[in-house]
């Protein structure tokens, strides 16, 4: 079973960037699309990238042109570049695989971004 980390999340006042890291402890070649995921205080989680092995990018259209997701196949790893970050994006980020809709492994643990006004 592949396990997922998530680091490189932190404090940042408004306006400010961060980059996320997604680490598989497998090879992740297999598997079409990999997500970013983020769950507020009091929301549910919800979907804000998602790229696919040929390195197709979709966003949620609160992120659009502030966000980039990409990935390395050979590292195993995802990353999200947030930039122009706003008190909004402040919640816990995940990422996991997709097929169809659906996520594929357990969740981690995620990384906390917290953005100040």
């Known amino acids: 079973q592949v396990q997922l980390v998530e680091s490189g999340g932190g404090l940042v006042q408004a306006g400010g960037s961060l980059r996320l890291s997604c680490a598989a402890s497998?090879?992740?070649?297999?598997?079409?699309?990999m997500g970013w995921y983020r769950q507020g205080p009091g929301k549910q989680r919800e979907l804000v990238a998602v790229?696919?092995?040929?390195?197709?990018?979709n966003y949620a259209d609160s992120v659009k042109g502030r966000f980039t997701i990409s990935r390395d196949n050979a590292k195993n790893t995802v990353y999200l570049q947030m930039n122009s970050l706003k008190p909004e994006d402040t919640a816990v980020y995940y990422c996991?695989?997709?097929?169809?809709?659906?996520?594929?492994?357990?969740w981690g643990q995620g990384t906390q971004v917290t953005v100040s006004s």
């Open positions: 996991n695989a997709r097929i169809g809709t659906a996520p594929v492994y357990n």
């Open positions: 497998g090879s992740i070649l297999s598997f079409n699309a």
């Open positions: 790229i696919t092995s040929g390195g197709s990018a």
